[in-house]
Nanobody
Framework: VQLQASGGGLVQAGDSLRLSCAAS????????MGWFRQAPGKEREFVGA????????DYADSVKGRFTISRDNAKNTVYLQMNSLKPEDTAVYYC???????????????????WGQGTEVTVSS
């Protein structure tokens, strides 16, 4: 599966932004999806994940209550709705796919099989 992330940009603290990740192929619903981010000089970190059906989600503590992951399997797309953005949310955001067998909240980079190219989010104070 090929992934294309989009929707990043420059926003002010407190604003909202929605990222999208479009997947190619007919088997999108076979994949659990994740969002990660990487700030300059830092390691890539887990943001959140959603299972193949959209019925289960998991979030990093740093974004819990502010970010929401959803998916539309008919459109082969997963979304990351980001509200109440903070300057520390500034990073390149990546979507990732893991072939779903049994759902569990995958939070490690090496648990995902495919990655998108990333979209940059900058939050000014």
């Amino acid at each position: 599966v090929q992934l294309q992330a989009s929707g990043g940009g420059l926003v002010q603290a407190g604003d909202s932004l929605r990222l999208s990740c479009a997947a190619s192929g007919r088997t999108f619903s076979s994949y659990d999806m994740g969002w990660f981010r990487q700030a300059p000089g830092k390691e890539r970190e887990f943001v959140g994940a959603i299972n193949w059906s959209g019925g289960s989600t998991d979030y990093a503590d740093s974004v819990k209550g502010r970010f929401t992951i959803s998916r539309d399997n008919a459109k082969n797309t997963v979304y990351l709705q980001m509200n109440s953005l903070k300057p520390e949310d500034t990073a390149v955001y990546y979507c990732a796919a893991a072939l779903s067998r049994t759902w569990y909240p995958r939070s490690l980079v090496n648990e995902y099989d495919y990655w998108g190219q990333g979209t940059e989010v900058t939050v000014s104070s």
